[in-house]
């Protein structure tokens, strides 16, 4: 049974940082493209970033240079940290995989889905 759980999500002030964490079960972890994704209530879910074995690729401009993701084969676990932390940052994150070497952005091409935790920034 395949399995994406996330957590980390938490309630923080601007500025600060938070690292949230994915660990996979289920499926052969090193063949699969990894994306973190975001949702806020009425609007569309959105890819963030994502990482492959071709590298790390980022969606939002905003969280360039601030949102870094990662992976620990040995754990089968990938990550996000995010710092300096904006309110436009809150939301629900999603860790979801993709059934390939490489990554897209849109959500109809990411197979396994998490729950999802919530990250809240208050000014």
């Known amino acids: 049974q395949v399995q994406l759980v996330e957590s980390g999500g938490g309630s923080v002030q601007a500025g600060e940082s938070l690292r949230l964490s994915c660990v996979a079960s289920?499926?052969?972890?090193?063949?699969?493209?990894m994306g973190w994704f975001r949702q806020v209530p009425g609007q569309e879910r959105e890819g963030v970033i994502s990482?492959?074995?071709?590298?790390?690729?980022p969606y939002v401009d905003s969280v360039k240079g601030r949102f870094t993701i990662s992976q620990d084969d040995a754990k089968n676990a990938v990550y996000l940290q995010m710092n300096s932390l904006k309110p436009e940052d809150t939301g629900i994150y999603y860790c979801?995989?993709?059934?390939?070497?490489?990554?897209?952005?849109?959500?109809?091409?990411?197979?396994?889905w998490g729950q999802g935790t919530q990250v809240t920034v208050s000014s």
């Open positions: 990482i492959a074995r071709d590298g790390t690729t």
């Open positions: 979801a995989a993709r059934n390939s070497y490489s990554c897209l952005r849109s959500v109809s091409s990411y197979r396994y």
């Open positions: 289920g499926f052969t972890y090193s063949w699969y493209c």
